[in-house]
């Protein structure tokens, strides 16, 4: 269907969407778009990122009045229009000055790839944007949570994940909105989907869908008060996030990720420090949940490495630092070393040290305290 054709259909659904695939389209959306000083924008593409193909992008604007008109996302067809007009630098206006404005706010949900693929495919620059899945974390803090606490040795079973745009919806959105948002979906679609055309009207709805959530996040987030100090945070880490892939030497795959890749897209870093919040406006909430128990070994055998106690039984602490030394798939390379440099340290016999320096191969992995007494 034509953009206008679609406009007519999606204005009555609850959650509205114009797909802007000819020049009538592009020039009313842009015409809307730009008097907004709030978006909140996406982009789906063939395995996105500077390598992919970016083929749709969406924008619904924020702002309540000023001549913006609110609460209608604009699924705007890349691959039809071409990026010389979507993004032009000669033909005034185009979405280029949109995205590059620092002056407009952006807000996404990861928008790491989005900008890597903007960058390096088309020239455009994302700048200004406020990115939902830090600013999550802002309202966690804010609410009584720590904030992720990094290791810097374990790969997997401790470092703080980041949550993706469905998981973080359901935390946060009231059950009715979640559920409407994600019928509004009509299922998933795959990568390779966003590079046949024509697009099917599932592909678009699902589109419109992530800017619909990204509205209902903000409004929902923007209910918590949140501290100066954090939103400094969450403004500081959504420009690391403009940068991180788009700046990077090389391009980051989606899969296999390598351990190195896999510590650069998953996991969550603090947007501050909790020694730098203020106690009478950050009460410390009880943390009841243990620490995963691949933590629990990591910290039992290192503190016990340093502290050097001289027990005649070396044996079980021998037997717990060997396990996590052969389980290289709970650890990084650095922490093998760092570890092994610790046990030299501590009073094993010769033959446990010369073990440790050259582990044999794990015969079974162990699962649970059940199985191995040392854990």
């Known amino acids: ?22 020049e009538e389209a592009l020039g009313e959306s842009l015409r809307v778009l730009l008097q907004c000083r709030k978006i909140a924008f996406d982009t789906e593409g063939v395995d996105l990122g500077r ?25 705007v067809d890349v691959r039809l229009l071409g990026n010389e007009r979507v993004f032009s630098l000669d033909q005034k206006p185009s979405f280029r000055d949109i995205l590059e404005n620092p002056d407009v706010t952006k807000f ?19 700048q200004g944007v406020l990115d ?28 703080p994940l980041l949550s993706g745009m469905v998981k973080v919806a359901e935390r946060v959105l009231p059950h009715n909105v979640f559920q409407q948002l994600e ?18 009207e599932a592909a678009i709805a699902y589109a419109a869908k992530d800017v619909h959530t990204i509205a209902a996040l903000l409004a929902q987030m ?35 990720y390598s351990n190195a890749d896999k510590e650069l897209i998953m996991e969550e870093l603090p947007i501050v420090d909790w020694c730098d919040l ?35 039984n070396h044996t079980p602490l021998f037997n717990k630092v060997m396990s996590i030394v052969q389980h290289d798939h709970w650890y990084t390379a ?38 191995y007494d040392c854990y």
Request: with cysteine; aromatic share 6%; hydrophobic share 30%.
């Open 1 to 22: 269907m034509t953009g206008s054709a679609m406009a007519a259909k999606a204005v009555a659904a609850p959650m509205p969407f114009v797909y802007v695939d000819n």
């Open 51 to 75: 390598e992919g193909e970016l083929t749709v992008m969406t924008l619904r604007g924020l702002d309540d009045g000023g001549g913006c008109v609110s609460g209608i996302a604009y699924v």
């Open 108 to 126: 996404t949900f990861d928008c790491r790839r989005d900008s890597d693929a903007l960058q390096h495919q088309f020239r455009v620059t994302l």
């Open 222 to 256: 923007d209910g918590t008060e949140v501290s100066e100090s954090l939103m400094a945070g969450v403004k500081m880490h959504s420009a690391r996030y403009e940068n991180q892939f788009r700046n990077s030497e090389r391009s980051i795959p989606r899969k296999p």
């Open 334 to 371: 650095k922490a093998r070393m760092h570890i092994q440099e610790l046990a030299l340290k501590y009073p094993f016999t010769k033959k446990q040290q010369k073990s440790l320096q050259e582990p044999p191969e794990m015969q079974r992995r162990y699962e649970s305290s059940e199985d």
């Open 183 to 200: 019928q509004c979906s009509r299922g998933s679609i795959t990568h390779k989907e966003w590079g046949e055309r024509p697009l099917t």
């Open 278 to 312: 203020d106690p009478t406006k950050h009460p410390r909430r009880a943390i009841t949940e243990p620490k995963t128990i691949s933590v629990q070994k990591w910290n039992d055998a290192t503190d016990q490495l340093v502290s050097h106690p001289h027990d005649s």
């Open 132 to 159: 939902l899945q830090v600013y999550e974390q802002a309202i966690r803090i804010q609410n009584g949570e720590l904030p992720p606490e990094r290791c810097p040795w374990v790969m997997e079973g401790g470092v």
